[in-house]
């Protein structure tokens, strides 16, 4: 109950509650999906919302500078920043989805990969806009509209598709409209998010200033650039797959990646409520508390939970996906499970860099790690291996967690220890993917013994139970 008064907690909550929602919804759609729907169908369906992942580029990151930048602002100017910000993220997603949209025309005209139509330039304009009204959302602290709204529009919209051909419906025109019925439930969301927005003074009052824009973009540009990065680290290797391998491929692949993902929505929870709130803090101390108290809680929430069910993930997968299960599906889920613990720490840390305007210093690090990446993505192709694939992907997650945790190691609060308990981890998967169980133990108990001096219970404690 101490949770429920303090409001930084309640907002976490109310963040976190649509992924944990999502992971029931996907518990059931995934088996109908792998299923009853035919791999082509399938794994196109999984294509095109790859595919609309570009909008977190096209956005040019205008939601997240105005979540920071509105919590700067002086409170005259508040309100015209914030109807500035809605005005051109939807003009935004207008225009540059109609130029991607023609774009993708003149490139997959001669390629039989993936249909262009009319449907995915709805897509990438309602996505684009979304994408930004949910972070100025966030930064006007509506936790609970947006909530609500992102379950609907990232969850429910892949998800219900799928449960719906179950019932008494057509099935084949459900089949065959996949991606449309997605989309339907998109706007629907949109909507939501539109009127929960809607502020009588804030419409009626505040005037458009163009001259506001300047302050968007300096960061504008680097977050951008790291947001075209981030497409290419987290979809290029499924769009080689599908080139490569086959739908089939894909859809092995796939599975136990967005099964990990879903980790990622307890460290995202974290972020939608801490970069608003480290954006309005000026002292550094105050800011290494809150900062380490939020990293060190996901990664023993989370770290303690991989580690509790990873001797069981096999059962589960059997158990789940019953003649769609497949045994790479298992060695993938395990590396995918590390690869997004990481990655989802790296998310909490970029958000420091953001917040302390040095957004640059990610930007030139994802630029060095490009071309080896690019590199080694080619070997895979050669090789032909889903597996090389997830490893690449691990070795790239964690240089980068490593170099980014060091450059800003003076907000960490006993950073040596952590760096250990990462080390420690990783070893313990790594041994357990490999099947060395006896080697196992001893990290485990190297793990416990650390954690045990190195638990910042006072901070946590402080951070997430007081008012």
Same mark, same amino acid.
């Given at each position: 109950?101490?949770?429920?008064?303090?409001?930084?907690?309640?907002?976490?909550? /109310?963040?976190?509650?649509?992924?944990?929602? &999502?992971?029931?919804?996907?518990?059931?759609?995934?088996?109908?999906?792998?299923?009853?729907?035919?791999?082509?169908?399938?794994?196109?369906?999984?294509?095109?919302?790859?595919?609309?992942?570009?909008?977190?580029?096209?956005? @040019?990151?205008? !939601?997240?500078?105005?979540?920071?930048?509105?919590?700067?602002?002086?409170?005259?100017?508040?309100?015209?920043?914030?109807?500035?910000?809605?005005?051109?993220?939807?003009?935004? !997603?207008?225009?540059?989805?109609?130029?991607?949209? +023609?774009?993708?025309?003149?490139?997959?005209?001669?390629?039989?990969?993936?249909?262009?139509?009319?449907?995915?330039?709805?897509?990438?304009?309602?996505?684009?806009? /979304?994408?930004?009204? %949910?972070?100025?959302? #966030?930064?006007?602290?509506?936790?609970?509209?947006?909530?609500?709204?992102?379950?609907?529009?990232?969850?429910?919209?892949?998800?219900?598709?799928?449960?719906?051909?179950?019932? %008494?419906?057509?099935?084949?025109?459900?089949?065959?409209?996949?991606?449309?019925?997605?989309?339907?439930?998109?706007?629907?969301?949109?909507?939501? @998010?539109?009127?929960?927005?809607?502020?009588?003074?804030?419409?009626?009052?505040?005037?458009?200033?163009?001259?506001?824009? $300047?302050?968007?973009?300096?960061?504008?540009?680097?977050?951008?650039?790291?947001?075209?990065?981030?497409?290419?680290?987290?979809?290029?290797?499924?769009?080689?797959?599908?080139?490569?391998? !086959?739908?089939?491929?894909?859809?092995? /692949?796939?599975?136990?990646?967005?099964?990990?993902?879903?980790?990622?929505?307890?460290?995202?929870?974290?972020? &939608?409520?801490?970069?608003?709130?480290?954006?309005?803090?000026?002292?550094?101390?105050? #800011?290494?508390?809150?900062?380490?108290?939020?990293?060190?809680?996901?990664? /023993?929430?989370? !770290?303690? &939970?991989?580690?509790?069910?990873?001797?069981?993930?096999?059962?589960?997968?059997?158990?789940?996906?019953?003649?769609?299960?497949?045994? %790479?599906?298992?060695?993938?889920?395990?590396?995918?499970?590390?690869?997004? +613990?990481?990655?989802?720490?790296?998310?909490?840390?970029?958000?420091?860099?953001?917040?302390? &305007?040095?957004?640059?210093?990610?930007?030139?690090?994802?630029?060095?790690?490009?071309?080896?990446?690019?590199?080694?993505?080619?070997?895979?192709?050669?090789?032909? $291996?889903?597996?090389?694939?997830?490893?690449?992907?691990?070795?790239? %997650?964690?240089?980068? @967690?490593?170099?980014?945790?060091?450059?800003?190691?003076?907000?960490?609060?006993?950073?040596?220890?952590?760096?250990?308990?990462?080390?420690?981890?990783? @070893?313990?998967?790594?041994?357990?993917?490999?099947?060395?169980?006896?080697?196992?133990?001893?990290?485990?108990?190297?793990?416990?013994?650390?954690?045990?001096?190195?638990?910042?219970?006072?901070?946590?404690?402080?951070?997430?139970?007081?008012?």
């Amino acid at each position: 109950m101490a949770l429920l008064n303090n409001n930084h907690s309640k907002n976490i909550i /109310y963040t976190l509650s649509p992924g944990l929602i &999502s992971i029931f919804i996907t518990f059931f759609s995934i088996p109908i999906f792998l299923n009853y729907v035919d791999n082509n169908i399938y794994a196109d369906y999984l294509i095109k919302h790859f595919l609309l992942t570009i909008s977190t580029i096209l956005s @040019l990151q205008f !939601g997240k500078i105005s979540s920071i930048k509105m919590q700067l602002i002086n409170s005259k100017y508040k309100n015209d920043f914030i109807l500035t910000s809605i005005f051109f993220s939807i003009m935004i !997603g207008i225009i540059l989805s109609c130029v991607v949209f +023609f774009i993708l025309n003149i490139v997959f005209k001669n390629f039989n990969l993936i249909k262009i139509d009319f449907s995915i330039l709805v897509g990438f304009a309602i996505t684009i806009i /979304y994408i930004n009204l %949910e972070y100025i959302g #966030r930064g006007l602290g509506f936790f609970k509209a947006t909530s609500f709204t992102n379950l609907v529009f990232y969850s429910v919209s892949i998800s219900l598709p799928g449960i719906m051909i179950v019932t %008494e419906l057509n099935r084949d025109l459900l089949i065959n409209n996949l991606f449309n019925i997605s989309l339907v439930i998109k706007i629907v969301s949109l909507t939501l @998010l539109m009127i929960a927005l809607f502020d009588r003074e804030l419409f009626f009052k505040a005037k458009i200033q163009l001259k506001l824009i $300047n302050k968007f973009i300096h960061h504008s540009k680097w977050m951008t650039m790291t947001a075209v990065y981030n497409q290419i680290y987290e979809y290029l290797d499924k769009h080689l797959i599908k080139i490569f391998m !086959g739908p089939s491929m894909l859809i092995i /692949y796939s599975v136990p990646q967005q099964i990990a993902a879903k980790l990622s929505i307890i460290s995202n929870a974290i972020i &939608s409520v801490i970069l608003p709130k480290l954006s309005s803090l000026k002292i550094l101390n105050q #800011r290494k508390i809150i900062f380490s108290a939020n990293l060190y809680m996901f990664i /023993y929430v989370i !770290g303690l &939970s991989l580690l509790i069910i990873l001797p069981f993930l096999e059962y589960i997968l059997i158990w789940w996906l019953e003649d769609g299960y497949q045994q %790479e599906m298992l060695y993938l889920l395990k590396l995918f499970l590390l690869l997004t +613990f990481f990655g989802s720490c790296s998310n909490i840390i970029i958000t420091l860099y953001e917040t302390n &305007s040095i957004e640059k210093k990610n930007t030139i690090l994802e630029t060095y790690s490009i071309f080896p990446f690019l590199i080694s993505l080619s070997l895979c192709v050669y090789f032909k $291996n889903i597996l090389y694939f997830a490893i690449v992907l691990l070795l790239k %997650e964690l240089v980068l @967690l490593f170099i980014r945790i060091n450059e800003i190691k003076k907000f960490i609060i006993n950073f040596k220890y952590l760096i250990i308990q990462f080390v420690l981890f990783n @070893l313990i998967f790594l041994f357990n993917i490999f099947k060395n169980n006896i080697f196992v133990f001893l990290p485990i108990m190297m793990l416990i013994i650390l954690t045990l001096f190195n638990f910042p219970l006072k901070i946590i404690k402080n951070e997430f139970k007081k008012k």
